[in-house]
């Protein structure tokens, strides 16, 4: 039977892209162990039980001298388990999880999957960091890139979840033909869920994910305070380190504008699927990510994809990426994140035709489970994991 490792040094559950491919893959009949750690603000999220998925976690760890000793126990204990498991495949998360795989790709018959969710930001120019922005990189990010680079070149499969990020990504490390574009996309099985009944009068606004204020900005909240009082907006999900104490920051800027009655905290939700039900609930789901174009999130975030499998029409940022992905094709509405009066705008079109914003978001159901899923975006990559496993059995 097949046996796949997943490596993350963080909690692999706040991935929905591993939750997907690990479950494609065992219910194939593979064996799957994750080997991961806590997180922080994302301590509680879980993946759903699957009688081929084992999940073992080191708890969290916060930034300091500890977490270097905390960092290099993970390795020896990925290691203790590789040797002790015998995986057919290595499937490292991100940048953090290279080291690790580094050390253990020196064992007979492993092979590597390196599929990089959140690409190393650029260092700026000389003279151009911002403020608090380091001009240099440290000693262990230049460590940690070197890893990357080398697990690259040896992986067999490398996955990036975005076009623009995969050319960035092969000129870094040197590697072309073993790169591939998978969007994190949902499960088909996410967009055919039974959604409750959207009974409930008036246009309610979601949100769900990290809550930081590039991604949930003020503006949101002040738009509300310029629109009827049948908008309301729900959000679920965790602070991230450098963020604390932003949820009661919203909350208070609503009890500021009057607004507080219709703006909710959900809090997080472990489970993917109490959260999409909860989602399925509402009417618009908000991806307004920044407009610095630093990290492009066309195809790598979850967000829109996932409102989209609820049936929810998108409000998102007036960039040519999302514009050109979403807003062209009959899902979305565009607006300017830092602009409130701009984004009250965009919400009052939804308000005055809510038929057409209903339309919009079956449209996007439809294209998730046509289209726009997770298992589509696999085919490219399981029969080359299959296959290649063929080779070393026979070879064995």
Known sequence: MPRILYIQYTNPAGYPPLQHSSHILADAGWQVLF??????????????????????????????????LHYLQYALWVLYWTLRWRPHWIYASDPLACPVARLISWIPG???????????????????????????????????????????????????????????????????????????????????????P???????????????????????????????????????????????????????LARQLGVADRVQYVGTLPDRAALLERCSTCDVGLALFPRDGRQPMAGASNKPFDYLACGLALLVSDTAEWHNLFVVPGFA?????????????????????????????????????TRWNYESQLEGIRPMLESDLRTLTENS
């Open 110 to 196: 492993v092979r590597i999957l390196y599929h990089e969710h959140d690409s190393p930001t650029p260092v700026p120019a000389a003279g151009m960091a911002a403020a608090g922005e380091p001009a240099a990189r440290s000693r262990f990010q230049r460590w940690i890139l070197r890893s990357r680079r080398q697990v690259a070149q040896q992986a067999k499969i490398c996955i990036v979840p975005n076009e623009v990020r995969l050319r960035q990504f092969a000129a870094e490390t040197g590697v072309n033909g073993t790169a591939h574009c998978v969007w994190n996309c949902p499960s088909r099985e996410d967009a055919l869920r039974k959604s409750l």
């Open 198 to 252: 959207q009974t409930a009068p008036g246009l309610r606004l979601w949100y769900h994910g990290s809550i930081v204020p590039n991604q949930l900005p003020e503006t949101v909240v002040r738009a509300l305070a310029l629109l009827p009082t049948e908008v309301t907006l729900q959000f679920a999900g965790y602070e991230t380190v450098g963020h604390s104490g932003y949820i009661a920051q919203l909350l208070d």
């Open 333 to 369: 509405r565009a607006c300017e994140p830092d602009d409130a009066m701009n984004i009250a705008t965009a919400l009052r079109w939804f308000v005055d035709h809510p038929d057409e914003a209903c339309e919009m978001g079956e449209r996007g159901r439809h294209r998730i489970v």
């Open 35 to 68: 080997l991961g750690t806590g997180a922080h603000g994302a301590n509680a999220l879980r993946f759903p039980p699957h009688a081929n998925i084992t999940v073992r976690q080191m708890p969290f760890c916060p930034a300091g001298w500890r977490q270097k």
